[in-house]
């Protein structure tokens, strides 16, 4: 079985840096790739980054493209999204993903998702 648990959300303004964390634990199928997904209040969870198994590659949304820089370290078995100029339509519960799919657009979906972590609430303000 495998877990995922998130931290590192908190109130901001806009403008300011988070740091989200995501620790990964249990077995795991090597190769794996990691997402960043998020959830507004009365939307549907969107995708926000992905990373493939070694951190060569990186995919993200536009609406965060530049901002939002996705990364892991696996000999810590760790993912992490930095999150710099936030913006209050950034706010949202921000979940991390584990997917067995190699890599691709297949990535934004979160179908492709076999493990979620419980989510950390990141809440922007103007």
């Known amino acids: 079985q495998v877990s995922l648990v998130e931290s590192g959300g908190g109130s901001v303004q806009a403008g300011d840096s988070l740091r989200l964390s995501c620790s990964i634990s249990?077995?795991?199928?090597?190769?794996?790739?990691m997402g960043w997904f998020r959830q507004a209040p009365g939307k549907e969870r969107e995708f926000v980054g992905s990373?493939?198994?070694?951190?060569?590659?990186?995919d993200y949304a536009d609406s965060v493209r530049g901002r939002l820089t996705i990364s892991r370290d696996n000999a810590r078995n760790m993912l992490y999204l930095q999150m710099n100029s936030l913006k209050p339509e950034d706010t949202a519960i921000y979940f991390c993903?584990?997917?067995?799919?190699?890599?691709?657009?297949?990535?934004?979906?979160?179908?492709?998702?076999?493990?979620w972590g419980q989510g950390t609430q990141v809440t922007v303000f103007q």
């Open positions: 993903g584990l997917s067995h799919t190699g890599w691709g657009d297949d990535l934004r979906s979160a179908r492709e998702y076999a493990y």
């Open positions: 249990g077995r795991t199928e090597v190769p794996y790739a």
């Open positions: 990373i493939n198994w070694n951190g060569a590659a990186t």
